[in-house]
């Protein structure tokens, strides 16, 4: 593992100048923004990808001390948070697993891909959070299959609720960046 800590302040610039639209967006919580992170727009950046997972890692590792408990595995959304927690996954060699939106209904018809033990200690990982609305959700499907959620480490803090509604649910929330480490105001 690469020792040497990324530059939070180019990672945030990067990410700031990748993806920050700015127009009228409808976001998922239902609120209307003047700008929009298209988080795929730097997570599918090998460049900005590789520093983000290690800030993640140091998150990860951070919530474990801080907990005094080692996470067993780690999960993400459907559909942006997989590519960090699979990035995650890498630099940690901690297994991830998937949180679906829906059940699927064909196949194994499941919510969620991957091993999953009852009594696994998981740490989500999501993109980008506004009201925390789908991070709530995970951490409570993630709980409905026997897991224990040990916190939700969020890339983007948009500021706007996220973190008051997650500890309002019980979770513990972590992140990497807010918008206004971003230079985001609007």
Known sequence: MNTTMPDRDEIARQM?????????????????SSYYLDKYLFSTRPEVLGPIAQLLAEAIWRV???????ADRLAG??????PLVTAASLVTGKSCVFI??????????????GKLEAGDR???IED????AGQTIEACRTLESLGANVLAAIVVIDRQEGAAENMAKAGYRMERLFTKADLGIDE
């Open 77 to 82: 959304a459907e559909l942006g948070g997989i």
């Open 100 to 113: 679906r939106n829906q059940k699927k209904d064909y196949g194994t018809a499941k919510q969620l891909e």
């Open 122 to 124: 998981v740490i989500v």
């Open 128 to 131: 980008v959070a506004t009201t």
């Open 64 to 70: 474990e001390k801080e907990t005094g408990e080692t």
């Open 16 to 32: 700031a100048e990748l993806s920050l639209l700015r127009g009228t967006f409808t976001l998922r919580s239902g609120r209307t």
